[in-house]
Structure formats: structure tokens, C-alpha cells
């Protein structure tokens, strides 16, 4: 089976965190955190700030990281290294690779959430905690 290793960032803003909804593939019409596939030689925090940049034309600041969330889909093993990130340079978030964005409260239960972007939210949550 495949394993596919990729970053994801929560971008945090005025108490929310920014979730996005994919508009291709299997999983179309859920919402991830976004992110996406590292690059040859890229450390995470590069390959997060990339990716930010080309999915939403803005730049980021990585904050911390969070955690590595594994998860078993059907048709590969996804492991996913979590960075907590902030906004640098505006707000305006122009969609490359999603069909919708949305800023939600981090104890929202009714978003349609990814199988692993589901375990990165108990982890957000319990980082919140302390």
C-alpha cells in the first residue's frame, strides 16, 4: 500500500482556524486543513510555507509544530506533520486549490472534517488545554 507524507498547517486568526474544502479527488467537498505533499529535501516548516503560498497566494508564519497524525485510508497510508501558523501579510486567501474556505472555532463539531484532519483537531484542542 502507498504512504504519502505531507504537512498540513491550522492557521490561526482572531480565535478560529481556517479550514478549507477540497474541490477534487476522492474526498471531494470535505474539509481539510490545507496543506499538501513535501518536496525533495524540504524540511516541514518550508514545505508548509510553500504550499500556503501556492494554495491561497500568502505568506505564513509557522508558529510551532503540533503533531504527526498517521491515519489508514482505503487506498493508502497518510502521514501528516502538523503545524500550528499564522497570517503574515493580509487576509485576502485566493482559492488555487479548494473550493471554499472558512474560519471556524476550534470546539465546532459539525464540520465535514477528513478522517486525519478529525485527529488534528482533538490534538489542536488538547494543545489548547495546556
Known amino acids: 500500500m502507498k504512504t504519502i507524507k505531507v504537512v498540513a498547517a491550522?492557521?490561526?486568526?482572531d480565535?478560529?482556524?481556517?479550514?478549507a474544502k477540497r474541490n477534487y479527488?476522492?474526498?471531494?467537498?470535505?474539509?481539510?486543513?490545507?496543506?499538501?505533499?513535501?518536496?525533495?529535501?524540504?524540511?516541514?516548516?518550508?514545505?508548509?510555507?510553500r504550499?500556503?503560498?501556492?494554495?491561497?497566494?500568502?505568506?505564513i508564519n509557522v508558529k510551532e509544530y503540533l503533531c504527526t497524525v498517521e491515519h489508514?485510508?482505503?487506498?493508502?497510508?497518510?502521514?501528516?506533520?502538523c503545524?500550528?501558523?499564522?497570517?503574515?501579510?493580509?487576509?485576502?486567501?485566493l482559492l488555487h486549490d479548494h473550493s471554499a474556505i472558512k474560519w471556524i472555532d476550534y470546539n465546532q463539531d459539525d464540520i465535514d472534517l477528513l478522517p486525519a484532519d478529525i485527529n488534528?483537531?482533538?490534538?489542536?484542542r488538547e494543545y489548547l488545554k495546556g
Do not use: R, T
Not at 15 to 19: A, E, K, Q, S
Open 10 to 13: 491550522i492557521i490561526e486568526k
Open 83 to 93: 503545524y500550528i501558523c499564522e497570517l503574515i501579510n493580509n487576509d485576502d486567501l
Open 120 to 124: 488534528v483537531l482533538e490534538k489542536y
Open 51 to 59: 504550499e500556503i503560498s501556492e494554495e491561497f497566494d500568502v505568506k
Open 25 to 49: 479527488g476522492d474526498y471531494k467537498d470535505k474539509w481539510e486543513f490545507p496543506g499538501g505533499k513535501y518536496e525533495e529535501n524540504e524540511s516541514g516548516e518550508q514545505a508548509i510555507k
Open 15 to 19: 480565535d478560529h482556524i481556517l479550514v
Open 72 to 81: 489508514q485510508y482505503e487506498n493508502f497510508y497518510l502521514i501528516m506533520d
